[in-house]
Nanobody, 115 residues
């Protein structure tokens, strides 16, 4: 199973980015998908948790309405629309997907927000 993120980059404060995640190679159902972020030397932090069913997404406290996560169950893809970005949002953003027995993680995509 491969998890591949894309869409990171360098943006000025106040700007927007959309991250994408594709899960391929899975022969079983993918359940929850989501996004975490990682800054070197700090703990990995939940950005968005996207349940497979009709539940509302869960977001980290710092999001405060700025980010919107979505997914396409049929395609095993997820996206994260990030608005009003701040320098403290700079991090590697990682996509994950929960399968029947394993959690799958991507390598991450770097987001850098300049002041």
């Amino acid at each position: 199973v491969q998890v591949v993120e894309s869409g990171g980059g360098l943006v000025p404060a106040g700007g927007s980015l959309t991250l994408s995640c594709v899960v391929s190679g899975s022969t079983s159902r993918i359940y929850t998908m989501g996004w975490y972020r990682q800054v070197p030397g700090e703990q990995r932090e939940l950005v968005a948790r996207l349940p497979r069913g009709g539940e509302s997404p869960e977001y980290g406290d710092f999001v405060k309405g700025r980010f919107t996560g979505s997914r396409d169950n049929a395609k095993n893809t997820a996206s994260l629309q990030m608005n009003s970005l701040k320098p403290e949002d700079s991090a590697v953003y990682l996509c994950y997907a929960e399968g029947d027995y394993w959690d799958y993680w991507g390598q991450g995509t770097q987001v850098t927000v300049s002041a």
